[in-house]
């Protein structure tokens, strides 16, 4: 039987737009988030308690990351969120009528995360259905209840900015008949509780799956290889399989402390996972943050792994260490340690102990804007030094951190740069 044009023309557009696109996000004053069924009856909670939990809940969903712009209203949309197949921008998700979601019911709310269909239109796979669908129904009521609480904005949608032919919102269709998932939570895996419950703050509401697990054919997730790294334009979102972070000296409550604060002693959130801190995880009570650190290493956590040996030529070397005292440890420190709220350590530092150097080069490149974290601490600016810097002495220093202080080879190459240097935004 011949495949209909139409689902030929979903697969092929929307594949790659959903590869492209999935880049959105992801205090403990309510609950643990359990792992309900979807189907399972609950008792309906008191309007309060209600409202509290969805306010919890909605934190948990980072939904603040898309839908509220800086400066901008609580929810109220205007979010650019960048792909190379056009421009998206979040919605209005306040209870206004016109522009929000004041005329939406409980039940359209549901929809819209369990299924991509609004009322009037399938959304784009830009905003995670393909992860909320894992949500309880008790859960989407709950966040349904506190966002008809906020003040309602009365803030127009902008139209996304798209090029032919992901503009045609009606391929939408095709894409979900061919892989949207059933995510419900299945309770019959075996693991503890607190992997179950971790399970469904990481997967569901977190939605991690999105950037860390690689696309297959079409732009969907490659259930293979959950969670083991996915290339997302210029950076990469690294593996945060048990391995893949157990490799990179993690440990679970070294995750407990990055949730919470964004610093932990592999370094700190920047980049796509500041505001994930930032809007969300900070806010989660501790019996959550435990969760999804055991859920991420697993009930029976792989040991931590050292920083390998130095295994590259000192003369070698020896270009990268004199840029990194001339241009690095005024901040980081003559030997990588580090200083309190001025920059973090490179001695075994995360992202130099990363297989993928990408993102250590994008840093170099781009520089990092200053942090704010939980409490009183920061960290400042770091500039960028694409115009200091050329592209062999970049990976002369890529290849000393690296070699140095994160165990890995001396094989970022000058080519390597030149091309994310390139694809930057501004070049």
Same mark, same amino acid.
């Given at each position: 039987?011949?495949?209909?044009? *139409? ?8 594949? %790659? ?54 400066? /901008? @209203? ?13 421009? *998206?921008?979040?919605? !209005? ?12 019911? @409980? ?19 830009? =905003? ?14 709950? =966040? ?23 503009? $045609? ?6 894409? !979900? ?67 893949? +972070? ?10 407990? &402390? ?8 592999? #370094? ?18 501790? /019996?959550?943050?435990?969760? =999804? ?21 000192? %003369? ?47 840093? =170099?490149?781009?520089?990092?804007? @200053? &942090?704010? *974290? ?9 500039? #960028?030094?694409?115009?200091?810097? !050329?592209?062999?002495? $970049? %990976?002369? +220093?890529?290849?000393? $951190?690296?070699?140095?202080? #994160? /165990?890995?080879? %001396? ?17």
């Amino acid at each position: 039987m011949q495949r209909p044009a *139409f689902l030929t023309f979903a697969r092929v557009a929307l594949a %790659a737009l959903a590869a492209a696109t999935l880049v959105a996000g992801c205090g403990g004053d309510t609950e643990a988030v359990a792992p309900a069924a979807d189907q399972a009856p609950k008792a309906q909670l008191p309007p309060a308690e209600q409202i509290a939990r969805g306010r919890y809940l909605v934190r948990a969903g980072d939904c603040a990351a898309c839908h509220t712009a800086p400066q /901008g @209203a609580p929810f109220a949309g205007g979010v650019e969120l960048a792909s190379p197949f056009g421009k *998206f921008y979040g919605t !209005n998700i306040t209870p206004d009528k016109k522009h929000g979601i004041g005329n939406w019911s @409980a039940d359209d709310f549901y929809t819209a995360l369990h299924d991509g269909k609004t009322p009037d239109k399938h959304l784009y796979p830009a =905003m995670p259905y393909t992860s909320y669908r894992g949500l309880s129904r008790a859960d989407t009521d709950a =966040m349904y209840a506190y966002l008809m609480q906020v003040k309602p904005a009365a803030v127009p949608n902008r139209p996304h900015d798209l090029q032919f032919p992901y503009n $045609l919102r009606f391929a939408l269709a095709g894409w !979900n008949l061919l892989f949207l998932e059933n995510k419900l939570p299945d309770a019959s895996t075996g693991n503890s509780e607190s992997w179950q419950r971790g399970r469904y703050l990481s997967n569901a509401l977190g939605h991690c799956a999105e950037c860390h697990t690689p696309r297959a054919a079409f732009g969907r997730l490659d259930q293979s290889k959950p969670l083991a790294g996915a290339a997302l334009a210029r950076v990469g979102a690294p593996d945060i399989t048990p391995a893949g +972070l157990a490799a990179r000296g993690w440990t679970a409550a070294d995750l407990q &402390q990055f949730f919470a604060t964004g610093i932990a002693p592999q #370094g700190s959130a920047f980049g796509e996972m500041y505001p994930v801190v930032h809007l969300s995880s900070q806010y989660l009570n501790q /019996g959550d943050l435990a969760a =999804m650190s055991t859920y991420l290493l697993g009930d029976k956590a792989p040991a931590p792994q050292p920083v390998k040996a130095i295994n590259a030529d000192a %003369a070698q070397l020896a270009p990268g260490r004199r840029h990194y005292v001339a241009v690095c440890a005024g901040c980081h420190g003559r030997e990588g340690e580090g200083k309190p709220h001025v920059a973090v350590s490179m001695a075994g530092n995360s992202t130099v102990r990363n297989a993928d150097a990408r993102n250590l080069i994008v840093s =170099m490149l781009d520089g990092i804007e @200053a &942090q704010r *974290f939980p409490g009183t601490e920061a960290m400042q600016d770091m500039p #960028g030094f694409a115009a200091r810097m !050329n592209d062999e002495e $970049l %990976a002369q +220093l890529a290849n000393y $951190l690296r070699a140095t202080w #994160g /165990g890995q080879p %001396a094989d970022v190459t000058p080519a390597a740069v030149k091309a994310l240097r390139a694809a930057s935004p501004g070049h």
